[in-house]
């Protein structure tokens, strides 16, 4: 199974692609969209650069599902927004491409991936470097979306059996938690 890990950034998103065999995990691409070229009033074009290099992404590589990182609500409301536009055009550009988007926050990633939910980004370089075998540390942006893919090779697994157990009918996807109600 290939899966395709987004870090979604309105200047910067970060994807990574990796093979998973039984547990054996084999790193195949990883790296950044960048919309920094472009000026920070331009959102309409920064989210079109954003959807066609996920969606270039997706036709090269050819991966059988995706996961995207769960935007939490920052302390500035105009930034929450903006990345949440950002990610809206990637989880478009996957969905566009006829993939399953199963959906992880940063907390979840890390515990995954390092063992520890509030680690930081060297950590996680670190060992996304170990785990993958990497011949050098992957760029923050890149390695964590190399870890959300890591993620989704673990947790996703066993979503799927629990779903199929349950008569959920294989269907898999983040942990989604739905808003306040009265």
Do not use: W
């Not at 991936?113 to 170990?130: I, P």
């Amino acid at each position: 199974m290939r899966i395709l890990g987004i870090d979604p950034g309105l200047r910067t998103t970060g994807f990574g692609v990796v093979d998973v065999e039984g547990a054996a995990l084999h790193y195949v691409a990883s790296g950044t969209i960048s919309t920094q070229h472009l000026d920070t009033g331009a959102l309409p074009q920064r989210l079109k650069v954003l959807f066609d290099g996920i969606a270039e992404v997706v036709q090269r590589y050819e991966p059988d599902c995706a996961c995207v990182e769960i935007v939490f609500v920052n302390v500035n409301p105009q930034s929450t927004l903006l990345l949440g536009q950002a990610r809206g055009a990637c989880i478009t550009a996957l969905v566009s491409g006829d993939l399953p988007v199963a959906e992880y926050t940063a907390l979840q990633m890390k515990q995954a991936v390092v063992g520890y939910g509030r680690a930081d980004k060297t950590q996680v370089q670190s060992m996304v470097q170990r785990l993958l075998a990497l011949p050098g540390l992957p760029g923050p942006d890149a390695a964590d979306a190399l870890g959300l893919a890591i993620t989704h090779a673990h947790a996703g697994t066993a979503m799927a059996r629990l779903a199929k157990a349950s008569g959920l009918g294989g269907k898999i996807g983040g942990n989604y938690r739905a808003g306040r109600s009265r």
